[in-house]
């Protein structure tokens, strides 16, 4: 995913702000909302800010895919053989796919 300017006021006024985009870059941003419009630095802070958060996880999207369906969850919970087959899928997985540190 590619964030821009559009995903960082999102986060920057998460209870709406007006504003009309003609463009991605910043100066196609035409305010109107009484509050002041963030700098082209503020903005430009908040997508490295979520662009970095997002890639830092991307081990838990590619866990999440690999990971047992819920319904093998809720079949392992009245099994201890499937719920051991379970734990090991998920060692096995989070090997694969370590968390960084």
């Given at each position: 995913?590619?964030?821009?300017?559009?995903?960082?006021?999102?986060?920057?006024?998460?209870?709406?702000?007006?504003?009309?985009?003609?463009?991605?870059?910043?100066?196609?941003?035409?305010w109107v909302d009484e509050r002041p419009k963030p700098t082209?630095?503020?903005?430009?802070?908040?997508?490295?800010?979520?662009?970095?958060?997002?890639?830092?996880?991307?081990?838990?999207?590619?866990?999440?895919?690999?990971?047992?369906?819920?319904?093998?969850l809720v079949v392992a919970l009245y099994d201890?053989?499937?719920?051991?087959?379970?734990?090991?899928?998920?060692?096995?997985?989070?090997?694969?796919?370590?968390?960084?540190?």
């Amino acid at each position: 995913m590619k964030f821009d300017i559009t995903h960082a006021l999102i986060k920057l006024y998460p209870e709406g702000a007006k504003f009309v985009q003609e463009g991605i870059e910043y100066s196609g941003l035409k305010w109107v909302d009484e509050r002041p419009k963030p700098t082209e630095k503020e903005l430009n802070d908040k997508v490295a800010e979520l662009q970095t958060d997002y890639d830092a996880k991307k081990y838990q999207r590619d866990r999440l895919k690999e990971y047992p369906s819920i319904q093998e969850l809720v079949v392992a919970l009245y099994d201890a053989d499937d719920k051991a087959e379970i734990d090991k899928k998920r060692a096995e997985i989070k090997k694969k796919y370590p968390k960084p540190e």
